[in-house]
Nanobody
Framework: QVQLVESGGGSVQAGGSLRLSCAAS????????MAWFRQAPGKGREGVAT???????DYAISVKGRFTISRDGALATLYLQMNSLKPEDTGMYYC??????????????????WGQGTQVTVSS
């Protein structure tokens, strides 16, 4: 059974940083497609970053150069380092896993497993 538990959200001022963590069980974070998504109030869910089974990363244009996705196999944890945060980064952030594939194809694969989310609020 796959379980994903996010942590690390909070409230920060614009320009600040946060690091999100996603503790995973039932899935191997180093060989599966793993991702972070977010959903702002009143908007649909959007892909933020992916890391595939060979370590290749991909980012939404809006966060490229500011966010970094990474993973620790020994800790079975996925991370999202967020720097230079902007008010438009505000939203609920979700960890997602596609354990049946190493390839992410952008954000197009079927992420069958999701965490419950952690809230990020960036004030101006």
């Amino acid at each position: 059974q796959v379980q994903l538990v996010e942590s690390g959200g909070g409230s920060v001022q614009a320009g600040g940083s946060l690091r999100l963590s996603c503790a995973a069980s039932g899935v191997t974070v180093t060989t599966s497609c793993m991702a972070w998504f977010r959903q702002a109030p009143g908007k649909g869910r959007e892909g933020v970053a992916t890391i595939n089974g060979i370590g290749t990363t991909d980012y939404a244009i809006s966060v490229k150069g500011r966010f970094t996705i990474s993973r620790d196999g020994a800790l079975a944890t996925l991370y999202l380092q967020m720097n230079s945060l902007k008010p438009e980064d505000t939203g609920m952030y979700y960890c997602a896993a596609a354990p049946k594939t190493w390839w992410c194809g952008g954000f197009s694969v079927d992420f069958g497993y999701w965490g419950q989310g952690t809230q990020v609020t960036v004030s101006s």
